[in-house]
């Protein structure tokens, strides 16, 4: 996947899709850190050079810890609300 999108840098780690940011930086360093994305700035050569690199590689990265979390928005929910407990 080729992206300048800090969520489908998210989506591609989670989907095991290899993803090249095009980009100078990412506010996503979990991903490359993970090997499962590779920012490569913005010269022609340096994008074909990071797809073939991840076209390459294996993608049998793990996923950051907390992209794996279960109700992320009820944990947010919680900090809006002072941390009251939330009642369905």
């Known amino acids: 996947m ?5 969520t489908v840098q998210e989506e591609c780690c989670l989907f095991h899709v290899p993803a090249v940011t095009v980009r100078k930086t ?6 490359v850190d993970c090997g499962s994305n590779l ?6 050569a340096a994008i074909l050079m990071g797809v073939k690199t991840m076209l390459n590689e294996p993608r049998n990265w793990e996923c ?24 369905y």
Request: charged letters at 25%; hydrophobic letters at 35%; proline letters at 5%.
């Open 2 to 6: 080729l992206t300048d999108s800090g």
């Open 26 to 31: 990412t506010e996503r360093p979990e991903t």
């Open 39 to 44: 920012v490569s700035g913005l010269e022609e």
């Open 64 to 87: 950051p810890e907390e992209y794996l979390k279960l109700n992320v928005s009820a944990t947010v929910l919680k900090i809006i609300l002072g941390g009251n407990e939330i009642v």
